[in-house]
Structures are given as C-alpha cells and as structure tokens.
C-alpha cells in the first residue's frame, strides 16, 4: 500500500522536474484564457495559474484524477489520497485553505486531506502597467472593479511575476489531527461572522497563520525548486 509520504514524494518530484522557474503574469493569464480556463480574469492568477498548470502537465503522468466535492469545494487532485493546491507568496505569512465544512468531510471520508504548497517570490506591478495591460485584456470593467470605485477603495497592487523557491506536502490525517492544528494556533478559523457585500454570511475558511509554524510532524514530503 501506497503511504501519504510516498504519495506526497511523487506529487512534489513531478512537480520539481516541470515547473518553470519563473512564471510571468502575461503569459499566464493568456495560456489559461486560450485553453478555456474560466480563471483568466482573476486578479490573484498565480494560484488559479498553479492549478491549471498541474491539471495539464501532471495529472495524466501521477494518474491522479480531479478530487472530491463538497458543496461549492471541490479539491484538487486526487491520486492515493486526496490534495489540494495552493501558490503562497513568501512575502505573505498567511495562506487561506479551504470551506470548513468540506475539509471535515474530506479528511472523515478519505482518510486524511493533504495540501501541496508551491512557495515563491513575486515581482509587484510597481507602475501599473499590468493592471492596464489585464484589464483592457478582459475587455471590460469588472463588477468588482466598478464596486471598488463607486466605493472610493484603492487598487490592490498587482503581481507581475512568480519565481517558486520550494515546495511542501502537509497532511492532515483525522479530526483529531485536525483539532490539535487549530488548537496550537499554526491553522485557525478565517472570515468565520463576516459577510459578502450583498449581506449574505460567508462560509467560515481555515487559514494556515504561517507556513513557517507548520509542525514538522504535519509535513510529509518537501522539495527545492531552483536555488534559493
């Protein structure tokens, strides 16, 4: 029987051997606009990128399929045990996971739920010009983009650029598990009580505080990518 280690050791070496060593926005959003992704227009396109890089270059090679859905969740890939993707700016600390409610029933139902986290630099759109460049791509304003000036907000700064430096699987194997995460504080709740602008209630999230608080008992497999 294939273990989690071994599992997650395969994902992250396919991974490692693919992944290009830099990622450029443009090029990006234009790939995944040409293949039919639905995610083109999003403005944080590295982990939309990520995904649909994954699902194009591995699964058939990790003979791996799409993962189990729960509600509006589905993740992302599922080989010997189910994972989902995620890119993590290293400048960030946090990383937001996923629906609660679909991480209790993913890990109850399938013994265990595992992250792979592809950790990067990113280079800013310090003059602008890729925020021009994706929205006249897009062809149109957004609606979030007409609420924010209607509502005065400022204009999140861009990512040009992702360089992945390494690259981690953690897995959480049971509800126990599960609980001792939120309990020591590196995985707590995320816009639990918050609600969407139409005043609907959010669905609570898990959040990882900080990759680097990550217990080492909770990381099975980890892999450079380029030099860091």
Same mark, same amino acid.
């Given at each position: 029987?294939?273990?989690?280690?071994?599992?997650?050791?395969?994902?992250?070496?396919?991974?490692?051997?693919?992944?290009?060593?830099?990622?450029? %926005?443009?090029?990006?959003?234009?790939?995944?606009?040409?293949?039919?992704?639905?995610?083109?227009?999003?403005?944080?396109?590295?982990?939309?990128?990520?995904?649909?890089?994954?699902?194009?270059?591995?699964?058939?090679?990790?003979?791996?399929?799409? %993962?189990?859905?729960?509600?509006?969740?589905?993740?992302?890939?599922?080989?010997?045990?189910?994972?989902?993707?995620?890119?993590?700016?290293?400048?960030?600390?946090?990383?937001?996971?996923?629906?609660?409610?679909?991480?209790?029933?993913?890990?109850?139902?399938? %013994?265990?739920?595992?992250?792979?986290?592809?950790?990067?630099?990113?280079?800013?759109?310090?003059? %602008?010009?890729?925020?021009?460049w994706h929205d006249a791509f897009k062809g149109k304003t957004s609606n979030y983009e007409v609420q924010r000036v209607a509502e005065g907000r400022p204009s999140r700064m861009r990512k040009v650029a992702f360089v992945p430096k390494f690259a981690l699987a953690v897995?959480?194997?049971?509800?126990?598990?599960?609980?001792?995460?939120?309990?020591?504080?590196?995985?707590?709740?995320?816009?639990?009580?918050?609600?969407?602008?139409?005043?609907?209630?959010?669905?609570?999230?898990?959040?990882?505080?900080?990759?680097?608080?990550?217990?080492?008992?909770?990381?099975?497999?980890?892999?450079?990518?380029?030099?860091?």
């Amino acid at each position: 029987m294939v273990t989690v280690k071994e599992d997650a050791e395969k994902i992250l070496s396919d991974l490692a051997r693919t992944v290009p060593t830099r990622i450029e %926005g443009k090029s990006a959003i234009e790939e995944m606009f040409a293949s039919g992704s639905n995610h083109w227009r999003q403005m944080e396109w590295i982990g939309f990128w990520f995904e649909y890089f994954v699902e194009t270059e591995l699964t058939n090679g990790l003979d791996a399929s799409r %993962g189990p859905r729960y509600g509006m969740t589905e993740f992302d890939l599922k080989r010997n045990f189910v994972w989902d993707l995620k890119a993590h700016p290293m400048d960030k600390p946090s990383l937001i996971l996923n629906d609660q409610e679909a991480v209790r029933k993913c890990i109850s139902e399938n %013994g265990g739920l595992g992250f792979i986290i592809l950790e990067g630099e990113t280079e800013m759109d310090l003059d %602008g010009n890729f925020k021009r460049w994706h929205d006249a791509f897009k062809g149109k304003t957004s609606n979030y983009e007409v609420q924010r000036v209607a509502e005065g907000r400022p204009s999140r700064m861009r990512k040009v650029a992702f360089v992945p430096k390494f690259a981690l699987a953690v897995f959480i194997e049971n509800e126990s598990e599960l609980e001792r995460a939120t309990s020591t504080g590196w995985l707590k709740s995320f816009q639990e009580g918050m609600r969407n602008s139409d005043g609907r209630p959010r669905r609570a999230k898990y959040m990882i505080t900080s990759t680097a608080k990550i217990p080492e008992s909770y990381v099975v497999a980890r892999i450079n990518i380029g030099k860091l």
